[in-house]
């Protein structure tokens, strides 16, 4: 049984397209992140969210804690927003990952 | 400012053979993590330290792996008798204290173990 779901695994869109990227958990967290990995292997920290929405430039993140749910939205997708996007979860001394989404943008 | 920095960026090493892999976390961070992520897997966290201490060890996949950090900085892992099924990218990460804060991720170690 896996912790963290990430939905879909796989997103393919078209240059401009409103992108979701769904993540379901089952555990208590102390905070829910999103990470970015871009095709060179390098992992940068996009949100960490506890409560609420987040937005930074074109990227919005929101968490709903009943539910046990968070989704990344991109809005106006561009092909350098293509990457594999990973939840994460940290719970006490746990730390869940998600498979992570891969996305791929066309010009 | 200077970020995480890992060392080697890039390991060949013989089955059997030990490696030791480190970490410059960000400087005044606190807590520091460790992460595996094996070709077409995930990531998989091992073990983080707040300060010197790792309060729970038991991410490590078995005990050829060890970590230390001394004087709340510089970490590193060692691996005991490599085999083959240890070749994965080994990641660092840090942050000012552990829990619910944002963590800055290094480039990374590639360890092939032939």
């Known amino acids: 049984k896996n912790e963290v779901e990430q939905s879909p695994q796989n997103l393919t869109a078209q240059e401009g397209e409103f992108i979701t990227i769904n993540c379901s958990y089952s555990?208590?967290?102390?905070?829910l992140h999103w990470l970015q990995q871009h095709p060179g292997g390098g992992i940068v920290s996009l949100f960490m969210?506890?409560?609420g929405k987040k937005k930074h430039g074109r990227l919005i993140a929101t968490i709903n804690i009943q539910e046990k749910h968070s989704s990344l939205h991109i809005t106006a997708s561009h092909p350098r927003d293509s990457a594999v996007y990973i939840c994460a979860l940290t719970t006490g001394n746990q730390f869940y990952f998600g498979t992570g989404t891969s996305l791929t943008v066309i010009p | 400012g200077a970020g995480v920095s890992q060392s080697p960026s890039n390991k060949v090493t013989e089955k059997g053979k030990d490696v030791e892999l480190r970490c410059d976390p960000i400087s005044g961070h606190t807590a520091l993590y460790w992460y595996r992520q094996s070709l077409g897997q995930g990531l998989e966290f091992l073990i983080y330290?707040?300060?010197?201490?790792?309060?729970?060890k038991s991410g490590l996949p078995s005990d050829r792996f060890s970590a230390e950090r001394t004087g709340g900085s510089v970490s590193t892992l060692t691996i005991q008798r490599t085999q083959q099924e240890d070749s994965a990218v080994y990641l660092c990460a840090s942050s000012w204290v552990s829990g619910p804060e944002t963590q800055y991720f290094g480039p990374g170690t590639r360890l092939l173990v032939l």
């Open positions: 330290f707040q300060g010197n201490s790792a309060p729970d």
């Open positions: 969210l506890s409560s």
């Open positions: 555990v208590g967290i102390s905070a």
